[in-house]
């Protein structure tokens, strides 16, 4: 039994062998992988890597000797064993993103995760000189996630063909569906770990509408092999999510029990059980108060909320109605585009943020300003030129620098939107609105200092004295105010 190097908790175990030569080895061979740890067993799907080569990845979240044997239909795959060590990490923000206390996020060793996203649809199609600035573009910006396609997208502003293509062939001559490009998913690969070590989770998006390639159309058995062949690559890098669609409901091809196979797929074939969601593109009916045309994200493979809606307003009934972490994904973007979707203010973007934070819930920014150069953040990534971001940053300093313990939305009136954690810290957000003062019904018999703060000038001005119930808090009349009080 052979040993090899140990791997830090959460960290990615790799193995290599050579199989034997066939026609097509996407088709014509399989390898999996068993590993244990004590009485504890994970089967984990190897793949296809070119050449001869096939590969099993593994994310080990457990501290101790960890021993495995690989199973396959070719002799020189099977019955290799051996053993490793996994070893416990002193870092901090490690693992893999996962739900916590019903309606939150926090990394596998307990530290919080904040979603502040952003997206950039098909900046990994771009080449390497536009993708290495999106990089670098990341590495200056407040996002800790970002939402991005496997697939090239055919749209308004994305005519060019992308660098690669995940299938091989052409779309002059077509591409044959039983043979992974490999070199794609190897890019695809140095992408991910790219954003990893700048600290930002992937919400990869496995399908989506916008298509002349034939890719959104592929047939149920390329799309199973598909997912299975990404999920055995993928799944060993903590910070990938599995967006399943963006826009699902646009692809008629596809069913509601496709998602839902399509679900259950994923959760099955991932020993690393990252996030799970999937995003529409039919808004609720307001007449009738209905999500008619939404996903049920009540399924128990549904880990999280992903929705499309340009307002936040609704994000305490979904929370109430799923019992799930509601992000608003796609709230309209800042920018200068003819779609209405693509127009809105720096002002109104960064307004998304707080107004979701104080309601329980947690938004996505994006970017769409028109150019000489024709790259917009939105889809092709780049540069981020709008006015937004530093003031998402200044509310994330916030968010980071108050109680571990999650806020809560509480009602006050109907005009703010606020949160609390207990009656200890309360966050409140009067938005577009410009009173001259404020009342608010805080806790009997406590006491608060009341903070300032203007989201839009980034400042926070300490209030003299201390706030009771119903204390008059006097304001300046602007719009885009918050106020932070803490009790004393």
Not at 132 to 152: D, G
Not at 434 to 440: A, C, E, H, V
Request: proline share 5%; with cysteine.
């Amino acid at each position: 039994m052979s040993s090899y190097q140990p791997v830090k908790q959460w960290g990615r175990f790799e193995l290599e062998f050579e199989g034997t030569p066939t026609d097509n080895p996407f088709i014509d061979s399989w390898i999996k992988c068993e590993f244990r740890l004590g009485n504890r067993k994970v089967e984990v799907d190897g793949f296809y890597d070119g050449g001869n080569t096939y590969k099993v990845r593994f994310m080990p979240d457990k501290v101790g000797e960890w021993a495995f044997f690989t199973i396959s239909n070719d002799p020189n795959l099977d019955k290799i064993d051996g053993v490793f060590s996994c070893i416990k990490t002193t870092e901090s923000k490690q693992g893999p993103v996962q739900v916590s206390e019903t309606y939150h996020f926090e990394y596998a060793d307990g530290t919080p995760f904040y979603p502040f996203g952003t997206t950039a649809y098909v900046w990994n199609h771009q080449g390497e000189e536009l993708e290495n600035k999106t990089i670098e573009a990341l590495r200056n910006s407040p996002f800790n996630k970002i939402r991005m396609c496997v697939f090239p997208k055919h749209y308004d502003y994305n005519l060019l063909e992308p660098v690669r293509y995940p299938f091989e062939g052409s779309l002059k001559g077509g591409f044959d569906f039983t043979k992974f490009n490999v070199e794609f998913f190897e890019r695809l690969e140095q992408q991910v770990q790219a954003l990893e070590s700048i600290g930002i989770e992937v919400d990869l998006i496995l399908f989506h509408p916008y298509d002349r390639w034939g890719f959104s159309d592929m047939g149920k058995e390329v799309d199973f092999r598909y997912l299975k062949y990404i999920v055995a690559r993928l799944s060993a890098y903590r910070n990938i999510w599995w967006s399943f669609a963006n826009e699902y409901d646009l692809m008629k091809n596809k069913d509601m029990k496709d998602w839902d196979a399509f679900f259950k797929f994923v959760q099955e074939h991932d020993p690393s059980q990252h996030l799970r969601s999937i995003h529409n593109w039919h808004s609720l009916d307001l007449h009738y108060r209905s999500n008619a045309h939404w996903y049920d994200h009540r399924k128990p493979w549904v880990t999280h909320l992903s929705v499309q809606y340009h307002d936040m307003f609704f994000i305490e009934e979904w929370r109430n109605e799923y019992g799930k972490p509601v992000i608003n994904d796609e709230c309209r973007y800042e920018g200068d585009l003819n779609h209405g979707w693509g127009n809105i203010t720096g002002e109104k973007m960064v307004e998304q943020f707080w107004e979701a934070f104080c309601r329980g819930g947690y938004a996505t920014h994006g970017e769409a300003y028109l150019n000489e150069s024709g790259i917009i953040w939105w889809s092709h990534g780049g540069e981020l030129r709008g006015e937004s971001p530093k003031r998402i940053q200044f509310l994330k300093e916030i968010i980071e620098e108050g109680p571990t313990k999650r806020l809560t939305p509480v009602y006050y009136q109907w005009d703010v939107a606020a949160a609390s954690v207990g009656d200890e810290y309360i966050l409140v957000y009067l938005g577009s609105s410009q009173p001259s003062f404020k009342t608010f019904p805080l806790p009997e018999g406590n006491q608060y200092q009341i903070e300032l703060i203007d989201t839009w000038e980034m400042t926070i001005i300490k209030l003299e004295g201390l706030y009771t119930n119903e204390s008059k808090i006097d304001l300046p009349s602007k719009p885009y105010l918050a106020l932070r009080l803490i009790k004393k």
